[in-house]
């Protein structure tokens, strides 16, 4: 597999991608995958000189919890950290619209997953303007104010803050997880059918859904105006979970690699007694 495929690139539109992709083999090369992930996780955090921030991008039920739950399942717990932004708080809504997120970055040595992300601002907001009034941004007086260049500008704010965070040591990958109408039909019958799954049930996901042409269109222009070499996106096929959590940890593990983490070596005064604290230990 060649993760590049699933780049996003200015010369192409969404629907020059597919939502479904399917490989037999997914679940049993995840499970690969993801030791190496883990490992790679361990010797970054060693090192201290990096950390890596996900950021998963999706409609609703594209997949993104049950990805984070499979793709980190061997990663040690304290190594990554998740991050499920909802609707602001009153706490959040009196900083500006990244602040929530730059206090949520990943220390170096760890992962960090962002479950939708500072997008929503340029996303959601867009949909629906009137939630950007919460803000109270003195120049924004009505939605007339909330115009394409509004939102280009917030645009290129994130590309500032991403290009920021990223000359400062994180490992940026972004992954929108491209799910196909018909089967975001079938995963919300599915939550309706089966009475364990009620309760992810939300009757606001079908007033979202009539809004799917429009959430498309937003899809687009951020993916088209955001995509940088140091903060790329990918669009994954995510018809098919297992195949779509396996493209999205292949591409992790291959962007840790590049890195050549190195454990950092033991002082040589601690090296020349090694002998010595051996013996310590022996003789107890």
């Known amino acids: 597999m060649n993760t590049d495929t699933y780049k996003f690139s200015k ?26 992930i883990s490992e790679l996780q361990d010797t970054m955090y060693a090192e201290g000189k990096y950390s890596m921030l996900i950021c998963l991008q999706g409609m609703d039920t594209s997949g993104k919890d049950s990805l984070i739950r499979e793709v980190f399942k061997d990663v040690n717990a304290r190594g990554v950290v998740v991050h499920s932004f ?37 996303l959601v907001t867009r949909v629906h303007p009137e939630y950007v009034f919460g803000e109270n941004i003195p120049t924004v007086k009505s939605l007339e104010d909330l115009n394409d260049a509004f939102y280009h500008d917030r645009m290129e704010r994130i590309n500032q803050f991403e290009k920021h965070i990223s000359a400062n040591g994180t490992i940026i990958l972004k992954f929108f997880l491209n ?38 269109e937003c899809y687009e222009d951020l993916l088209n105006k955001t995509n940088t070499d140091y903060a790329p996106w990918y ?21 840790l690699k590049k890195y050549g983490f190195k454990e950092p070596a033991l002082a040589q005064k601690d090296l020349d007694k090694l002998d010595e604290f051996k013996a310590q230990l022996n003789n107890e």
Request: proline share 4%.
């Open 11 to 36: 010369e192409v539109t969404l629907s020059h991608f597919t939502t479904k992709e399917v490989d037999e083999k997914a679940k049993k090369k995840l499970k690969k995958v993801r030791k190496e």
């Open 86 to 122: 909802k609707v602001p708080t009153e706490l959040e809504l009196k900083h500006d619209f990244l602040w929530r997120h730059y206090i949520a970055l990943p220390a170096k040595g760890k992962i960090g997953v962002f479950n939708r992300t500072h997008y929503e601002n340029v």
């Open 179 to 216: 799910v196909s109408k018909e089967e975001q039909k079938n995963r919300l019958l599915r939550r309706l059918d089966i009475p364990e799954k009620n309760w992810k049930f939300s009757s606001g996901d079908l007033k979202e859904r009539k809004l799917w042409s429009k959430y498309q």
């Open 235 to 255: 669009v994954v096929p995510a018809d098919d979970k297992p195949t779509a959590r396996y493209i999205v940890g292949k591409t992790i593990s291959e962007e």
